[in-house]
C-alpha cells in the first residue's frame, strides 16, 4: 500500500493528557498537510510542511498543538494538555506537483481522537 | 467567514439519473478547485480537480463545471449509482492549504 498511512486509527484519553499523532505520507511527496474535521464539518486546515520547514499555520493550532517533520518524511502532531474539544478526526495528506498539482491532496484514513 | 459553502447537506436522487452538487466560494484569489468523496471513518478521496483558467473538466461519469463570474462550481455525476452515496466535499486552494466546504451528502437509491 503505497497510499498516506496514520497512525494510531483511533486514540481515547483522558483530558489533560498529552497525545501523539504519526503521519507517513505518499513516498517521494514533499508536501505534507494536517487537518482536523468535526461532526458535520468540512476538513480544516492547521498546518503543512515542504520537505522539513513547516510553512504555515492556522491560527486554529494553538500553544497546545505542535507538529514536526524532522527528516522531511513522516511527521508527528502532537497535542498537550488535551481538552474535549480536540475531540476529532484528524487527517493527513500529501502531495507533489510530480502527481498532478501541489493542489491535489491525498488523504490518509484519519486518526479518531476522543478525549474524555 | 466560511469563504467555501455547500448549500445543501443532502441530496437524494434515483439510480440512473444525474446528480448535480453545488459549491459556492467567496475568495477570487483561489486558482484550483478539488473534489473529494468521503466514506464514514475514512479520509476524504480525491474525485477531480479543476484549474481556474478551464471551465470544464471530465473524468468519466464525473464532469466537475466552473463559473467564475458567478464564483461557483458544480459536480455532475452521470449516470448515478448506489456506490457514489457518500458525503461529497469542494475544496479551493491557491498552492498550500484546501479550503473546504461543509459537505453534501448524496444518496443514490436503486
Known amino acids: 500500500d503505497t497510499g498516506v498511512s496514520q497512525d494510531p486509527r483511533h486514540k481515547i484519553t483522558k483530558r489533560g493528557q498529552n497525545v501523539t499523532f504519526r503521519c507517513d505520507p505518499i513516498?517521494?511527496?514533499?508536501?505534507l498537510y494536517w487537518y482536523r474535521q468535526t461532526l458535520g464539518q468540512g476538513p480544516e486546515f492547521l498546518t503543512y510542511?515542504?520537505?522539513?520547514?513547516?510553512?504555515?499555520k492556522s491560527r486554529l493550532l494553538s500553544d497546545r498543538f505542535s507538529a514536526e517533520r524532522p527528516k522531511g518524511s513522516f511527521s508527528t502532531l502532537e497535542i498537550q494538555r488535551t481538552e474535549q474539544g480536540d475531540s476529532a478526526m484528524y487527517l493527513c495528506?500529501?502531495?507533489?506537483?510530480?502527481?498532478?498539482?501541489?493542489?491535489?491532496?491525498?488523504f490518509g484514513p484519519g486518526t479518531r481522537l476522543t478525549v474524555l | 467567514d466560511q469563504q467555501v459553502k455547500q448549500n445543501s447537506p443532502s441530496l437524494s436522487v434515483q439510480e440512473g439519473r444525474i446528480s448535480i452538487l453545488n459549491c459556492d466560494y467567496t475568495?477570487?484569489?483561489?486558482?484550483?478547485f478539488l473534489w473529494y468523496k468521503k466514506y464514514p471513518a475514512e479520509g476524504p478521496t480525491f474525485l477531480i480537480s479543476?484549474?481556474?483558467?478551464?471551465d470544464k473538466n471530465e473524468d468519466g461519469r464525473f464532469t466537475v463545471f466552473l463559473n467564475k463570474s458567478a464564483k461557483h462550481l458544480s459536480l455532475h455525476i452521470v449516470p448515478s449509482q448506489p456506490g457514489d452515496s457518500a458525503v461529497y466535499f469542494c475544496?479551493?486552494?491557491?498552492?498550500?492549504?484546501?479550503?473546504f466546504g461543509q459537505g453534501t451528502e448524496l444518496s443514490v437509491k436503486p
Open positions: 510542511f515542504q520537505n522539513e520547514a513547516q510553512l504555515e
Open positions: 475568495n477570487s484569489m483561489f486558482d484550483y
Open positions: 495528506a500529501s502531495s507533489s506537483p510530480t502527481s498532478g498539482s501541489y493542489n491535489e491532496q491525498f
Open positions: 513516498s517521494e511527496h514533499n508536501r
Open positions: 475544496a479551493a486552494g491557491g498552492g498550500g492549504k484546501l479550503i
Open positions: 479543476i484549474s481556474s483558467i478551464k
